[in-house]
C-alpha cells in the first residue's frame, strides 16, 4: 500500500478525538421520545418544542421542528460546487423558504406568481424570511472552509400557528439540520421572538459564544424597555439551546453504541 | 450592504486605525453624519417629492396617490407602499439579483415603519370608511450611492412626506339611494398635507473594530463587522431594528449602540424639519424654471 504522504492524498485531519468528550450531560426532566426531545415542563404549553433529526434521508442533513403548533421540515443539500460566479473565497447560501397551501387558516395559492419584482406585499414574505435566515446563519457557519461552494437550505413550513414562532422555529430547524450535515459552526443559533402587545422582537443568539448573530424589532420601546425584552429573549434561547444539545448528544450516543454493536458482531 | 474591496491591508488598518481616534477619512468623528442637504417639491408630475444628498449618496424621493377601496381587515385605514429602486444606479457596486435583494431590504424595513401605528397614522388616508382610500406610493430612486443608504432614504422618505399635498376631495352621500360619490376638487391650490411628525428616521450604528459610528461610506462599510439599523422617533424611542453585515455582536455593544442611536436620533429628526422648513421657505426663489436644479448645492438647504 503507497503511503499518504506518497500520493499527497490526505485521509482525514491529522488530529482525531471522540466527539463524546464535547458532549455534556444535560440534566432535563422531560420525556423523551426516541428520536427526540419532549421539552414539557420549563416550557408553558404553547412553547412547546420537539426536535428530531435525520428525516429526509436523501438530503446531506435534515430536520424536523415543532414549536407550540408550529411544524418545520429544513433540507440541507450540499455544501456542494456552486452554479453561480458570485464569490469564489466563501461558500454561498442559498435559502429557499416555502409556505405549504395549508400551513394558514386561510389558503396560500401554490400556484401564485412569485415574481421577485412583483410589487405585492404578501409575495414578499418568504423573500423576507430567507433573507433573515440569511443573515442570522452567516455569522455562525465556517464559510471560509468550502470555497467554491454553496449550501442549499430548503424548508417548508407544514403549519404555522402564529407570527411570532415561525422565525424561531425557521432557525432552530436550519441550525439542527446544520449539524446534521455536518458543516463547521462556530456555534449553534437559537432564535426566540417576543410578541408583547404589538411589540415583536426576535434574537437569534449563540449562547457558547454569547453573541447575537441578528435581531429584528418592529413594535415601540425605550432604550431601557429593550433591553429588559433582549435580556428576556435571551434567556428563553439557553432553554432552546438545551434542548437542541439534548436531541444531538441522545443522537451521537445511540450512533456510537450501534457502531460498537456492529464491530462485536 | 455592498462592499468595496479595500486596496490593501494598510488600506485597512489606516482606516481602522482613524476610526479608533475618533478621526475618519474625510475628517468627521465618529457619531457625526455627513452635509444633508435636500430641496422639495423638485417634481411638477408627483404629488410630493424630495431630492436629498447625504455627503455624496443621492436618492429622489416621488409620492404619488391612487384611489382605491378599502380593504375588509382595516377599513377605516387607507394603504401606504414605498418602493427604493437602485436599478439605474452604477456606482451601487453590486449587480443583478444581490442588487435587487438589497435596495427590496430597505423598501421592506420602510415598510415596518409606515406600517406602525405608532409611526404614522393611516387613518388619515381614508376616504369614506369602509368604501374609499388613498394608496400612497412612496417611490425612492438611488441616483448615486456612497454609502448609508438606509438613511438617505429614509431623510428622504419623511421630508417627501411631509411637503406632500394631498388631493382634496368632496364626498357627496345620496340620502334615497345610499350612494357615495366622490369627486376631485377642481382648485388645484386646494389640497390638505399629511400628518408626519410621528414618523421615525433610520439611523445605522456600525461596529468597527469596538467603536460604534454612524453614517458609513463605502470605504468604512468594508471594515465594518456588523451594522444595526434603527428607526428612532423624536423622543427618542426605538420603531424598528435590524441587522445587516454579516458579524455577530455581544450584548454589551449592542446597548451601547442602541444608546447611540437613541441619542443621535432626535438630533437629526430636528436637523430635518429645521431643513423641511427652509426648503418650504426657499421654493418661490428658485420655481420650476431651474434647470440646474438637481446639480446646483445653491438651491438646496
Known amino acids: 500500500m503507497l503511503s499518504n504522504t506518497n500520493c499527497g492524498w490526505v485521509d482525514g485531519p491529522e488530529e482525531l478525538f471522540d466527539p463524546l468528550q464535547f458532549a455534556v450531560d444535560l440534566e432535563m426532566t422531560d420525556k423523551s421520545s426516541d428520536n427526540g426531545v419532549r421539552d414539557v415542563n420549563s416550557l408553558k404549553n404553547d412553547d412547546r418544542v420537539f426536535i428530531s433529526k435525520g428525516l429526509i434521508t436523501k438530503a446531506n442533513g435534515s430536520s424536523y421542528v415543532e414549536l407550540g403548533l408550529t411544524k418545520i421540515t429544513c433540507s440541507i443539500y450540499g455544501p456542494h460546487e456552486t452554479t453561480t460566479d458570485e464569490s469564489y473565497s466563501k461558500c454561498l447560501l442559498d435559502t429557499s423558504i416555502k409556505f405549504s397551501p395549508f400551513s394558514r387558516p386561510k389558503r396560500i395559492d401554490p400556484l401564485r406568481i412569485t415574481y421577485e419584482n412583483s410589487n405585492e406585499m404578501d409575495d414578499t414574505e418568504e423573500a423576507e424570511l430567507c433573507s433573515m435566515l440569511e443573515e442570522c446563519l452567516l455569522p455562525c457557519i465556517l464559510l471560509h472552509k468550502y470555497p467554491k461552494s454553496q449550501i442549499d437550505i430548503i424548508i417548508d413550513i407544514i403549519q404555522e400557528d402564529n407570527e411570532a414562532n415561525l422565525l424561531s422555529a425557521i432557525v432552530l430547524s436550519t441550525t439542527v439540520a446544520l449539524i446534521d450535515a455536518c458543516i463547521e459552526l462556530y456555534d449553534t443559533v437559537v432564535a426566540k421572538s417576543l410578541k408583547i402587545d404589538s411589540n415583536l422582537l426576535t434574537v437569534c443568539y449563540m449562547p457558547n459564544l454569547a453573541q447575537v448573530s441578528s435581531l429584528f424589532f418592529d413594535g415601540e420601546l425605550t432604550t431601557n424597555e429593550l433591553d429588559k425584552y433582549v435580556d428576556e429573549c435571551i434567556k428563553q434561547c439557553h432553554i432552546l439551546h438545551k434542548a437542541i444539545c439534548k436531541v444531538i448528544i441522545d443522537d451521537l450516543k445511540n450512533k456510537d453504541q450501534e457502531s460498537k454493536q456492529t464491530k462485536i458482531a | ?301
Not at chain 2, 192 to 221: A, M
Not at chain 2, 240 to 268: E, F, H, T
Open chain 2, 1 to 301: 450592504m455592498p462592499r468595496v474591496p479595500v486596496a490593501s491591508e494598510d488600506e485597512r488598518k489606516f482606516i481602522v486605525d482613524g476610526i479608533q481616534s475618533d478621526f475618519r477619512l474625510d475628517g468627521r468623528t465618529s457619531r457625526m453624519y455627513r452635509p444633508v442637504l435636500l430641496a422639495t417639491d423638485v417634481v411638477n408630475t408627483a404629488n410630493g417629492s424630495c431630492l436629498l444628498k447625504l455627503g455624496g449618496t443621492i436618492v429622489m424621493a416621488g409620492v404619488t396617490f391612487e384611489f382605491t377601496r378599502t380593504s375588509q381587515e382595516s377599513p377605516n385605514e387607507g394603504r401606504i407602499e414605498a418602493t427604493v429602486d437602485g436599478s439605474g444606479c452604477h456606482s451601487l457596486r453590486i449587480f443583478g439579483r444581490q442588487r435587487h435583494l438589497f435596495t427590496k431590504q430597505i423598501s421592506r424595513s420602510l415598510n415596518y415603519i409606515l406600517n406602525n401605528p405608532k409611526c404614522f397614522d393611516r387613518e388619515q388616508l381614508c376616504v369614506v370608511k369602509g368604501h374609499h382610500c388613498w394608496l400612497v406610493h412612496v417611490d425612492i430612486s438611488v441616483l448615486r450611492y456612497e454609502g448609508n443608504l438606509y438613511d438617505a432614504c429614509s431623510f428622504a422618505m419623511k421630508a417627501a412626506l411631509s411637503e406632500t399635498k394631498v388631493p382634496s376631495l368632496q364626498v357627496t352621500h345620496d340620502e334615497e339611494t345610499s350612494e357615495v360619490t366622490v369627486d376631485v376638487c377642481d382648485d388645484p391650490f386646494q389640497f390638505g398635507l399629511l400628518n408626519v411628525s410621528n414618523l421615525p428616521v433610520f439611523i445605522s450604528v456600525s461596529q468597527v473594530s469596538g467603536i460604534h459610528i454612524v453614517d458609513t461610506t463605502l470605504k468604512e462599510d468594508s471594515v465594518t463587522l456588523a451594522r444595526i439599523t434603527y428607526g428612532v422617533k423624536d423622543n427618542g424611542n426605538i420603531v424598528y431594528m435590524s441587522k445587516d453585515g454579516g458579524g455577530s455582536l455581544d450584548l454589551l455593544n449592542l446597548r451601547s449602540m442602541s444608546k447611540v442611536a437613541s441619542d443621535i436620533g432626535p438630533q437629526m429628526n430636528s436637523l430635518l424639519l429645521d431643513k423641511i422648513h427652509l426648503s418650504k421657505a426657499k421654493q418661490p426663489l428658485w420655481g420650476h424654471v431651474n434647470e440646474n436644479l438637481l446639480f446646483d448645492d445653491i438651491n438646496f438647504v
